[in-house]
């Protein structure tokens, strides 16, 4: 999920509530009469503020009313009352004075996307009727303030990508209106807390790239408004909570990167109707990948490598609006024409971008069904298995690729009669096989090539002058082939 249009785009599109919210306590109103309280705290942010470059505070002075200040709204119902403070990548450098806590009536506190360090102000947990605090992208640093957990009409709370350390404070469950949770991108340690699952009213809980421990609260299977849980990078353990497979709302459901285990269960995708992404790679799930999957008919991303085994279902062909399907560095295994059907059924996936095998123990002959693949497809590897044979030439139909991943297998024969198809194609990866006979020098015309790799194969006789056409070219690996005469100049050319 980058870049700060993006995401205040996702925080405003998940809480729409929070722009009416807003106008109905006045934001953008002048007409205020001025309370010495909020001025003299915003005198006392300008102060702790240590660089301007882009001159956001320069109307912050006497001569100008507050609710004329930039970044500042007021209310309308209680005249001179601060209710918004939005000063949104400024630049601004510097630390969060402790002041705007006694900015009683403040709705919405937006520092993103600037250059702030220190600590968050444990003050600010006086501030009882903020809905959004916002602090992302800056340097803030120590722990989360326990006494936030007293900012009792929080709906959007988002620390994410700062340096902060130390656990998420246990009482977070106290935050009871809460719907949008983001402290991803920290440091974070210790464990979830429960107390999360008692916030029924949570849709989203970003909790990525920490460093977070122990098991995935049951509790959390009990959000029945859940839209995205992402909770990828840290070291949780044990298994996922089987509760979680029954949140029906769930649109992302995101862990990769840990140290999960055990089965994903057999009903996966029968409740969830709306899941579009399920991310559980590089884990240590086991069992077999669920029929049930199927059924998940929104499902558009899937990462399952794991220590998964068994075969790959053909239901995954159901799944219409699926463009990622990467099962890489599993133990699934096709060796007969049965088990081999799956490759067939994702024919019917004509939106599909991407697809990975590579690193499972698929054997014997690639089917030619793979020229059936989408269109649309973009990156196809099937590197580190036990193919062999030859490469059926309906891979040249899929006309879309720009990475193709062959490598480390024993497929055999010659190469000319499908790469030449293959035009887009940017990366090729085909090295420690068996392929024979001349590199073709219709390869010096797919001309967008920047990485190519042929090592380890048994190709003979010449390397054709052709490689000089790819401009493009970064990588070239020809080792231990038997190539006979000197590198043409024409080659050498674009690595002088």
């Not at 929080?154 to 990508?161: K, T």
């Not at 279902?313 to 799944?319: D, I, N, Q, R, V």
């Not at 497929?411 to 194609?425: A, K, M, Q």
């Not at 190519?452 to 080792?479: C, H, M, T, Y």
Request: hydrophobic share 40%.
């Amino acid at each position: 999920m980058g870049g700060v249009k993006q995401d205040m785009e996702e925080l405003h599109k998940l809480i729409p509530w929070v722009i009416i919210l807003l106008l109905s306590y006045g934001a953008g109103s002048i007409s205020c009469d001025g309370n010495d309280t909020d001025l003299a705290s915003l005198l006392d942010f300008k102060r702790a503020i240590s660089n301007d470059p882009m001159e956001a505070l320069s109307s912050w002075n006497t001569t100008v009313h507050l609710c004329l200040w930039e970044g500042i709204a007021c209310s309308l119902t209680q005249p001179g009352r601060v209710v918004n403070l939005n000063l949104i990548g400024r630049d601004l450098a510097g630390q969060i004075s402790p002041s705007v806590g006694n900015m009683s009536y403040l709705v919405s506190l937006n520092l993103s996307a600037n250059k702030l360090s220190g600590q968050i102000p444990p003050l600010l947990g006086n501030l009882h009727k903020l809905k959004i605090l916002d602090l992302r992208e800056n340097a803030l640093q120590g722990n989360i303030p326990d006494a936030l957990t007293n900012c009792s009409s929080l709906m959007a709370l988002d620390l994410s990508r700062n340096l902060l350390v130390g656990e998420i404070p246990r009482k977070v469950g106290l935050l009871s209106v809460l719907s949008y949770l983001r402290l991803n991108g920290n440091g974070l340690t210790g464990t979830i807390p429960p107390g999360l699952g008692n916030i029924t009213t949570l849709q989203n809980i970003f909790l990525h790239g920490n460093q977070l421990h122990g098991s995935i609260p049951e509790e959390l299977g009990k959000l029945p408004n859940m839209l995205n849980l992402l909770l990828g990078e840290n070291r949780l353990s044990g298994r996922i909570p089987e509760a979680l497979f029954n949140i029906s709302s769930l649109q992302q459901l995101a862990m990769a990167m840990n140290m999960l285990h055990g089965p994903l269960p057999s009903g996966t995708g029968d409740f969830l109707p709306n899941l579009t992404q399920l991310l559980l790679s590089s884990n240590m799930l086991e069992g077999q990948i669920p029929d049930s999957l199927g059924n998940a008919s929104e499902l558009q991303r899937i990462a399952l490598g794991n220590e998964l085994t068994g075969q790959i279902p053909t239901s995954l062909g159901k799944l219409r609006k699926l463009r990622i399907l990467n099962l890489q560095n599993n133990k699934l295994e096709a060796k007969d024409s049965q088990s081999w059907e799956f490759l067939d059924a994702l024919g019917n996936c004509t939106l599909l971008e991407g697809l990975s095998l590579k690193g499972t123990l698929l054997q014997g002959v690639l089917p030619d069904s793979v020229g059936n693949l989408s269109s649309n497809l973009d990156t196809l590897l099937f590197g580190s298995n036990m193919l062999y044979g030859l490469v059926p030439p309906s891979i040249g139909n899929l006309h879309g690729l720009t990475k193709l991943g062959l490598e480390l297998n024993t497929f055999s024969g010659p190469i000319d009669g499908w790469i030449e198809n293959l035009v887009p194609l940017e990366e090729l990866y085909i090295g420690g096989n068996n392929f024979t006979g001349h590199i073709p020098g219709s390869i010096g015309n797919i001309s967008k090539l920047s990485k190519l790799f042929l090592e380890w194969n048994l190709f003979s006789g010449p390397i054709p002058s052709s490689l000089g056409n790819l401009s493009q070219l970064s990588l070239l690996d020809l080792g231990h082939n038997n190539l006979q005469g000197g590198i043409p100049k024409e080659a050498l050319s674009q690595f002088l």
